[in-house]
């Protein structure tokens, strides 16, 4: 039953990545608060966030520790313009990120949401090229499935038809080249050879074209709105050593498998083999999960000599992007306690736990018949429903039917995917896969789609 709160946002909202036309038959959620893992609505009825509100949401909402820093932060400076001030939090972020790269990204340049910070990363490499005589560089090369955002210059690096065709005629032109979706592999292929087969595609294009390619940009690991497409970390190597090759940019967009979401806090980390020296791309770009879900923030790191590149008395040889916002000390503080959780509980250690007593509990789905292409990495979980059984609307239909199992997850057509929160325990973890599998039962199954199992799920 549609709550008042979402009649009044239908009438009065118009809601991201939506369909506007489908809100009386899927209203929206009216969402009242959040401990935890759980979302509740009007009605104190309790909803799992599996996929942590659009991936942000990294250690359950209303964290005390998380909310104590923002309070302490609110009393003493909640905002001040970073263009000629500066302040704490900015700093202390920028100084800490920087030290998980090894100093390598030495310099932090802030925005405030993932697509901003594409935009940022694009027109840096773009103006160093300018800066240091080099102007005729400026194009970028993607990847096919990739998705970036949806401001015109992250648009045009976004390979993804529903978000781009209808604004195509706006953008400028990208090279795109082959994906190394593990999916993709002929029979019997693996999914290093799909990655060695993305990278042919890539230099071939880079020997063609390297004079004028500024930069090339990639998701790591997970091509996230495709589908959570994972690809063999070989991709990475090889893109490095491309680019390295044919002096071009390299550009990890990490919005969403940064902070530990792929197993290490950059995904970027897992580019180097075995006993192999770190290497890293020449600039990353990071928000969703960096402030834990708590307010917008995104931010952009490059390399000392890319940033040294825009040093002179000229103001315009200066990197003069701006907005408002930028650096706010209340979304610096809350990515700082972000940082402190990883540090202090040991996070990506105890993932490695989690993700093995989820991995486990879909041992049975793993071996259904009705999906194909079940993949796991870090805290990430995937499998695509088989289009031979996928009624009309899967998607709308399984987010609905999820409800009604105190579940709240939204499937990438026909891909249903995890991305819960770091907060997962030993006795959620057998209660969230099954809370999957009736789903999935009930949305194939025509005779049971408006039955729900009763269910009790463990408190977090």
């Known amino acids: 039953m549609q709550g008042d709160l979402a009649r009044r946002s239908v009438a009065a909202i118009w809601h991201p990545c939506t369909q506007m036309q489908r809100a009386a038959a899927v209203p929206p959620l009216a969402v009242v608060r959040g401990q935890g893992p759980w979302l509740f609505d009007e009605t104190g009825r309790r909803y799992f966030d599996a996929t942590s509100s659009w991936w942000v949401n990294l250690f359950g909402h209303a964290d005390a520790r998380i909310n104590a820093a923002l309070k302490q932060q609110l009393d003493a400076l909640p905002h001040v313009m970073l263009a000629g001030c500066t302040h704490a939090p900015a700093v202390e972020l920028a100084e800490r990120l920087s030290a998980r790269t090894g100093g390598v990204l030495g310099h932090c340049f802030f925005a405030s949401d993932g697509a901003s910070a594409v935009e940022i990363a694009l027109k840096m490499s773009f103006h160093h090229w300018r800066n240091v005589g080099r102007s005729g560089k400026r194009e970028f090369v993607c990847v096919r499935q990739g998705y970036h955002g949806e401001t015109l210059g992250a648009l045009a690096v976004t390979d993804v038809s529903v978000f781009r065709d ?271 599998v009736d789903t999935l039962d009930a949305v194939l199954d025509e005779d049971d789609v408006h039955a729900a199992r009763p269910s009790e799920p463990a408190t977090a």
């Open 166 to 436: 209808a604004y195509d005629g706006l953008l400028m032109h990208a090279h795109q080249v082959a994906s190394p979706d593990a999916r993709r592999t002929p029979p019997g292929a693996t999914a290093a050879q799909a990655a060695e087969a993305a990278a042919d595609d890539l230099r071939a294009l880079l020997e063609a074209r390297h004079q004028h390619i500024a930069a090339v940009i990639i998701e790591p690991l997970i091509q996230c709105a495709a589908g959570m497409a994972m690809h063999d970390a070989s991709y990475l190597r090889a893109v490095r050593t491309l680019c390295d090759r044919f002096g071009v940019h390299l550009i990890a967009d990490e919005i969403a498998v940064g902070c530990g979401r792929t197993g290490s806090f950059f995904a970027f980390e897992q580019a180097a083999a075995p006993g192999e020296a770190p290497v890293w791309p020449d600039f990353v770009c990071l928000s969703k999960g960096i402030t834990g879900g708590y307010l917008p923030l995104s931010l952009v790191m490059t390399r000392d000599a890319i940033y040294e590149a825009f040093l002179d008395d000229d103001t315009a040889r200066g990197f003069l992007h701006s907005h408002s916002y930028t650096g706010n000390a209340l979304a610096c503080r809350a990515a700082l306690a972000v940082l402190d959780r990883f540090e202090q509980d040991h996070v990506l250690s105890r993932n490695r736990g989690r993700a093995a007593a989820l991995t486990t509990a879909l041992a049975a789905l793993q071996r259904d018949e009705r999906i194909e292409h079940f993949r796991h990495l870090g805290m990430v979980w995937a499998f695509d429903v088989r289009a031979c059984v996928a009624p009309a609307r899967f998607a709308e239909r399984f987010h609905l039917a999820a409800r009604q199992r105190e579940l709240l997850i939204r499937p990438i057509g026909r891909t249903v995917y995890l991305m819960p929160p770091y907060v997962l325990d030993a006795a959620l973890a057998p209660w969230l896969a099954g809370a999957v």
